[in-house]
């Protein structure tokens, strides 16, 4: 059996089951290509954004960690990990709906197979915001840089930090040694990647 096509009502073409079957594979084949590249081009425009916010929070978190230290430093980094824990829903929420509309446009098979890469895309950006920007070396060299900017007119500034900031960035913590009026000191009670700061105006 063959399919009939008329084309401008001159030509007869007859075509095979199996070519209309291998054309409409390809149109398929092209759509869901076409789907899945803007979908990972959307999941990649989220995690550039997800990084930038990220790294805006944490900065001013840390900062007023820093200058509320007296009246309760935890407060402080509490509310950064509020912050970020609303981040990582709020896109997470962004990512959900682009599987969404990914669903709606291709058939269950290939959807099933972008679910996984879409899973895995949230995970490493939870990974990243909850991790890794913490223990960057241009987040701690920033924090420390804010510090001084804060308390610039200050006659001197001592800076506790913990143990782990010390042993995982020792030339960060050597270049502000060198500042006159800073002192830096390890301080075995601060836990993970933090610090704090006490100063004096003589």
């Known amino acids: 059996m063959f399919n009939r096509r008329v084309i401008k009502g001159q030509y007869i073409i007859f075509e095979s089951p199996e070519d209309t079957q291998e054309m409409e594979k390809e149109v398929s084949e092209d759509i869901a290509k076409k789907i899945i590249e803007d979908a990972e081009k959307k999941a990649r425009e989220i995690i550039d954004k997800a990084q930038e916010e990220a790294e805006n929070i944490i900065n001013e978190a840390h900062l ?7 009246k309760g430093r935890m407060d402080g980094k509490q509310q950064a990990e509020n912050e970020l824990n609303n981040l ?12 969404d509309n990914f669903r709606k446009s291709i058939d269950s098979e290939v959807y099933n197979a972008r679910i996984l890469l879409f899973n895995i895309i949230k995970l490493l ?7 890794e920007i913490f223990s960057s070396p241009k987040w701690v060299e920033n924090s420390l840089n804010k510090i001084l900017e804060k308390f610039i007119n200050l006659d001197y500034i001592k800076i506790h930090i913990s143990p782990e900031i010390l042993n995982k960035f020792p030339d960060i913590i050597e270049k502000f040694k060198n500042i006159d009026n800073i002192e830096i000191v390890e301080d075995i009670t601060l836990k993970g990647l933090s610090m704090m700061t006490k100063y004096m105006l003589i």
């Open 88 to 99: 990582i829903e709020q896109y997470s929420l962004q990512l959900n709906n682009i599987l």
């Open 125 to 131: 950006i939870s990974k990243f915001l909850s991790i």
């Open 64 to 70: 007023a960690y820093a200058e509320e230290v007296e």
